[in-house]
């Protein structure tokens, strides 16, 4: 059973196509070629899909209490209010946030809008069920607790490439990986792959409280 881990990457993506222990890393530059890739159980991808309408999501807290201590909570943006994908300047989109949520939007979240309304975009409605958002900090600690250190130091990059071997064969995978994708995505990429597999097996992990947003998207983040 094959399943994709996708992570974004210079407007486009990352992809992870993994089956077995087999791993391959795929350059994706749009999210209609992720939804194209034949024959895949499920897609795990590391960013937003469930958006509320006015406040800060109930995943999006729990993550970063799971992953506090660990020197990665950082790493979980507050997902953008619904509202601000309409935005077309990061000025309007921290005005619509404000006027909906009270809160303005961060640099790192609007950052973000250009592929989360690509992803919005692309589930349609309804909404494509075989898509879960996946966090990969996450799912690099349920691999291994031996991830500390910031993916961007060549520390972190080894902690995460040990974590995943006993999952799959990694080390061929960036070895035969396009030319230009930088490690980082896609270590990113097999972490979520790794999680998408759970999830299409019945074993991963999920935080949210069962909402869904005015697109019937789930508010929840799952490895």
């Known amino acids: 059973m094959a399943v994709l881990g996708v992570d974004g990457w210079r407007g ?5 196509l993994l089956d077995g222990r ?12 992720v939804l194209a890739v034949p024959d895949v159980a ?28 660990t020197g990665a909570s950082g790493s979980v943006f507050p997902a953008p209010v619904r509202p601000v994908l309409a935005a077309d300047s990061y000025a309007e989109g921290r005005r ?9 939007i961060s640099a790192q979240s609007w950052n973000l809008v250009p592929s989360i309304r690509q992803v919005d975009e692309a589930l349609g409605d309804p909404p494509v069920e075989h ?14 607790a031996r991830v500390r250190d910031r993916k961007a130091l060549l520390r972190g990059q080894a902690q995460r490439i040990r974590a995943l071997l006993p999952a799959m064969d990694v080390l ?16 990113d990429a097999c972490a979520v792959a790794w999680s998408a597999r759970r999830i299409a097996g019945g074993t991963a992990e999920c ?11 789930p508010m929840r983040v799952c490895w």
């Open 131 to 144: 898509m879960v958002e996946v966090h990969p900090e996450l799912a690099f600690r349920a691999l291994d």
């Open 42 to 69: 499920v897609v795990g991808i590391d960013m937003p899909i469930g958006l509320s309408e006015d406040g800060v999501r109930a995943c999006d807290l729990e993550a970063r209490r799971r992953l506090s201590g």
């Open 172 to 187: 061929d995978a960036l070895d035969a990986a396009p030319a230009g994708v930088p490690v980082v995505d896609a270590l």
């Open 207 to 217: 935080v949210g409280d069962g909402a869904t947003d005015s697109r019937g998207r």
């Open 96 to 104: 619509l946030a404000v006027a909906a949520s009270g809160r303005s």
């Open 12 to 16: 486009a993506w990352v992809g992870a």
């Open 22 to 33: 087999s791993v391959r890393i795929l350059h994706l530059a749009s999210m209609v070629d």
